[in-house]
């Protein structure tokens, strides 16, 4: 088996003929036990390494076409099988566990669930904090350093499997593993947008807003909302959008200011209250308000009626920036997607822990 550059991954291959791409498996090596992917044969060698590693506790299946050798390393481990449901009368062994839409198979794993693939239980498999994605059959990477979809031949609905991968295109990664083909382990969510825009069956940055379900976010009481997260799902690269639906009581972020990016925001409808250090601002259906960047654009919105609030919220993305809280003296830094929230009041001095 091959180590991946992926923390505690490995993979080994077939060569397909009749298609001229690898079959891939795949390994997640963990100290509570290892998940084995869409398995195909391995050699002695392979198999060795495999023992020494710890097995598995969990053998994964992408789709009803990847069960592969999954029998063969279940009697030789005991190892558990999992396939989405919608595929459990497609093996000749019936999965052990049933998986659904967004489910956590092992802490730090979750499943998508890809509707519109070869078969009905088609998914990927998705590690948010190692920003990596799994594809069994309906993404294939080939030629070397590019990403296409599965051949249309085999898809009952070849523009519904491709409008499908907005599924993926909403998760944070930028590894991605494949069953078939060559593996992206560097700038695979650009990459997988490039194929799907080249598609002149579906127009992948076009999307309508009914199309598009509300979703819980927010944090603890006072501070939850709904939203419809827009830009990642049309390729949005350097403008962020999305729609805040805001509850009785509710508001969006603690009043922040941003050091470099700027937002703009649309009430669609409905009305709130804007809080900033200018004292409350009553906003309503059809006002946009401006916030460049500096400490005068300080803002919270909250709403203190009775009725939802509906907001569009427009921004520029910069690969860094700094947000400031003038509640709590709190200050956000980001850097390359990563963030570290820090107290002003524990800054340090420059030569601070580096004299005796």
Same mark, same amino acid.
């Given at each position: 088996m091959k180590e991946i550059a992926v923390t505690n991954f490995y993979s080994w291959s077939i060569f397909s003929q009749e298609r001229q791409i690898d079959f891939n498996g795949h390994l997640w090596v963990r100290d509570e036990g290892n998940v084995l992917i869409d398995p195909v044969p391995m050699t002695a060698a392979d198999l060795e390494q495999f023992d020494q590693l710890g097995g598995a506790a969990w053998i994964v299946l992408t789709n009803r076409d990847h069960e592969r050798e999954? *029998?063969?390393? =279940?009697?030789?481990?005991?190892a558990r099988i999992a396939a989405h449901r919608a595929d459990a009368d497609l093996f000749d062994q019936p999965p052990d566990r049933l998986l659904d839409d967004g489910e956590e198979i092992v802490p730090g794993l979750q499943v998508v669930h890809l509707a519109h693939g070869k078969s009905p239980g088609e998914i990927a498999l998705y590690w948010p904090g190692l920003k990596l994605v799994l594809a069994g059959d309906l993404v294939v990477g080939a030629p070397l350093g590019r990403i296409t979809l599965l051949a249309d031949a085999k898809l009952a609905d070849p523009p519904q499997a491709a &409008?499908? &991968?907005?599924? !993926? %295109? =909403?998760?944070?990664?930028? #590894?991605? !593993?494949?069953?078939?083909?060559?593996? *992206? !382990?560097?700038? #695979?969510?650009? %990459? !997988?947008l490039e194929c799907l825009e080249e598609r002149t069956d579906i127009y992948i940055n076009k999307i309508n807003v009914e199309d598009i379900p509300w979703t819980s976010g927010g944090g603890p009481a006072g501070y939850r909302w709904e939203i419809k997260d827009i830009d990642p799902l049309i390729g949005g690269q350097h403008l962020g959008y999305c729609l805040f639906r805001l509850s009785a009581g509710q508001s969006i972020c603690p009043q922040h200011f941003h050091h470099f990016e700027e937002e703009m925001f649309y009430i669609l409808e409905g009305a709130c209250t804007l809080i900033s250090p200018r004292g409350p601002v009553a906003v309503e259906q059809g006002d946009f308000i401006a916030f460049p960047p500096g400490p005068r654009s300080a803002h919270k919105f909250t709403n203190q009626g009775q009725q939802p609030c509906v907001l569009l919220a427009l921004s520029n993305v910069l690969p860094h920036d700094l947000a400031q809280y003038p509640d709590s003296d709190k200050i956000n830094v980001r850097s390359l997607d990563r963030q570290r929230i820090f107290r002003r009041a524990d800054a340090v001095d420059y030569w601070s822990g580096e004299t005796d």
């Open positions: 999954a *029998v063969f390393f =279940q009697d030789r481990t005991g &409008l499908g &991968l907005r599924k !993926l %295109l =909403q998760l944070d990664f930028d #590894a991605l !593993l494949m069953g078939d083909g060559h593996s *992206v !382990l560097h700038d #695979a969510r650009r %990459l !997988l």
